[in-house]
C-alpha cells in the first residue's frame, strides 16, 4: 500500500507524531536508522495504518504523490543532511515539513534551496513536548498558502483543540512558523524564570513547606495564572524520590541547562531593535546559574540572603508573577510585531495567541484575554496598551513593586521580576534620561543628536 504521511527520525517526539497522525485517519510510514525505533513504533501502533523502513528508497516508494514527509531530527546539520540525502528522491511538487527548532535564518535558505528545485518547504514550529506530539500539539507553520492546504486536513486533525478550533492555522511565508516557535519559546524561558523566582520566594522568603507550595500553586491554577507551566509546577513539588523519600526537586542541582531557542530570540531582538528585558533576564539567568563554584564562592565571600521581614503575602506574590507573566507574553508578542514587518511575514496576532491555547508549553488562560486585545485591534502596539489588559496590570503592579522591593531588601535574586518592572516604567515614561546619553555621545563622538526645539541633526562643539 502506499501512506498519505511520512516522518523522518522514530525518537519519542517523531514516533508519537506519527501514531497521532495515524490515529487520526491518515496512513502513515516512519523512517528509522534504527530497527528497534521502528519495531516500538510497529508494535504502538498496530491498531492503526502505520508502518516502519529503515531504507530511503522503500520509504518515497511506499508515499502517495505529491509525497508529504516530515522531519524530526535535531536543528542544525542533520536536517540538511536528510535533505541532501533526500535530493535524489525528491520530485517536483513533495512537500518537506520541518518540525524541528530550526533558527528561522536555515528555514529561510532551505526554503529557496528547495524551491529553486521545485519542492516545496514547510517551517513548522511544534510545541508540546512528547506528550503534546501524542495527544494534540500546537503547530504554526510557515510556508506558501497554497502548500499549506495541502498538509491542513493531517496538520489540524493532529493538533490540539480548544472547544473545536484546531492549535494550528497558516501564519504566513518562508520562515514565519520557525519565527514564531523562536518567540514561544522566548516566552516559556522568561514564565518558567519568574515562576521559578516566585518559588524562591514562598520558600526561602515565607518559609513554605513544598506542600504548602503545591497548594499556594494549586489555588493560582485556578484563576487567571491558570496555564500549564503552573500547573506542572503544582505536581512537582508533591513527586519524591522513591529511595530517600525526599521531595525530587529539592535533590535536583541549581544548574539549568538550555538548547539554544532563548538566545535566539534575545539576539534577534537586538538585531532589530526590540526591547526584551524579561526574556533576556531568563536566558542571562541560565547562564549564571551554570557557574556554580563562582556562586559558592560569592557566598561565601558575601554571605547568602538574609530575610529581615516579612511584609509580603502570598497575594503578593501572586499578583506580581500575574503582572511579570503579562509582561512576558507583551514583549514576545512586540518582537513579533517587530519581525512580522521586516520580513513581511504578515501575522495575525489574533491567530497566534488562538493556537497557542491548547498544545503547547505556554498555554494559559490569559491568551483568551490577549486574543480580545488584537480582535479590538490588530495593529495593536503593545499588549500593555489594551483597555482589558491595563485593568489587570493596574490591579498588580503594587503588589508587584512590593514584592520587588522586599527581594532587594533582603537580597533575593529576582532579576526577572526587576526587569518586567523596569520595563513597564520605562514603556510609560514620556521623558527618559537618554538625552544625556545622546549628549555624551556627541562629546566624545561627534554623533550628533535631535532637539526638541527645532527639526535637523545637530552637533555641538564646546562640550568642553
Not at 489555588?219 to 496555564?227: A, C, Q, T
Not at 530570540?265 to 547562564?287: E, H, K, L, N
Request: charged share 25%; hydrophobic share 35%; proline share 2%.
Amino acid at each position: 500500500m502506499t501512506y498519505d504521511f511520512g516522518l523522518v527520525g522514530l525518537g519519542v517526539m517523531g514516533r508519537n507524531f506519527i501514531l497521532n497522525v495515524a490515529q487520526n485517519g491518515f496512513s502513515s510510514i516512519g523512517l528509522s536508522s534504527n530497527q528497534n525505533s521502528i519495531n516500538l513504533l510497529k508494535s504502538d501502533g498496530k491498531s492503526y495504518e502505520v508502518d516502519g523502513t529503515l531504507d530511503d528508497k522503500d520509504f518515497f516508494q511506499k508515499l502517495k504523490r505529491p509525497r508529504k514527509i516530515m522531519l524530526l531530527v535535531p536543528a542544525g546539520k542533520p536536517v540538511d543532511s536528510v535533505i541532501d540525502r533526500f535530493l535524489p528522491y525528491l520530485e517536483e511538487g513533495d512537500i518537506i515539513i520541518d518540525g524541528g527548532n530550526s533558527h528561522y535564518d536555515d528555514t529561510d535558505r532551505r526554503y529557496s534551496f528547495l524551491k529553486d528545485k521545485n519542492i516545496n518547504f514547510i517551517g513548522a514550529g511544534v510545541s508540546g513536548g512528547s506528550k503534546g506530539a501524542r495527544l494534540g500539539p500546537s503547530i504554526m507553520p510557515g510556508c506558501d498558502v497554497d502548500i499549506y492546504e495541502q498538509i491542513r486536513p493531517i496538520f489540524e486533525s493532529a493538533s490540539a483543540k480548544v472547544n473545536g478550533d484546531p492549535c494550528v492555522t497558516y501564519l504566513g511565508n518562508t520562515s514565519s512558523g520557525h519565527y514564531v516557535k523562536m518567540i514561544h519559546n522566548g516566552i516559556e524561558y522568561a514564565i518558567m524564570q519568574l515562576i521559578s523566582e516566585n518559588y524562591h520566594i514562598l520558600k526561602y522568603g515565607l518559609k513554605l513547606e513544598n506542600n504548602d507550595i503545591h497548594n499556594v500553586f494549586k489555588k493560582w491554577n485556578e484563576g487567571l495564572l491558570n496555564s500549564y507551566l503552573v500547573e506542572i509546577t503544582r505536581d512537582i513539588f508533591l513527586a519524591k524520590d522513591d529511595d530517600s523519600d525526599n521531595y525530587i526537586v529539592d535533590l535536583i542541582l541549581d544548574k539549568a541547562k538550555q538548547k539554544g531557542t532563548g538566545k535566539w530570540t534575545s539576539q534577534s531582538a537586538m538585531d532589530f531593535g526590540v526591547s526584551i528585558p524579561t526574556i533576556d533576564s531568563a536566558v542571562s539567568m541560565r547562564i549564571i546559574s551554570s557557574f556554580k563554584e563562582m556562586r559558592l564562592k560569592g557566598e561565601k565571600i558575601y554571605g547568602d540572603f538574609k530575610i529581615n521581614d516579612q511584609s509580603i503575602s502570598v497575594e503578593d506574590v501572586e499578583k506580581s508573577l500575574l503582572f511579570s507573566f503579562i509582561v512576558s507574553f507583551a514583549q514576545g508578542l512586540s518582537q513579533l510585531k517587530t519581525a512580522s514587518k521586516e520580513k513581511s511575514y504578515n501575522l495575525n496576532f489574533e491567530e497566534i495567541c488562538k493556537i497557542w491555547r491548547g498544545g503547547c508549553i505556554i498555554r494559559a488562560k490569559l491568551l483568551e484575554n490577549f486574543m480580545n486585545a488584537y480582535r479590538k485591534d490588530k495593529n495593536l502596539d503593545n499588549l500593555l496598551f489594551d483597555d482589558g489588559i491595563s485593568e489587570i496590570i493596574t490591579n498588580s503592579i503594587s503588589a508587584s513593586r512590593k514584592v520587588s522591593i522586599y527581594c532587594i531588601n533582603n537580597q533575593i535574586p529576582a532579576q526577572g521580576l526587576l526587569s518586567s518592572i523596569s520595563y513597564f516604567d520605562s514603556l510609560k515614561t514620556g521623558r527618559l534620561p537618554m538625552n544625556l546619553v545622546q549628549a555624551q555621545r556627541d562629546c566624545f563622538g561627534e554623533h550628533t543628536f535631535e532637539r526638541i526645539d527645532k527639526d535637523g541633526t545637530f552637533h555641538y562643539d564646546r562640550w568642553q
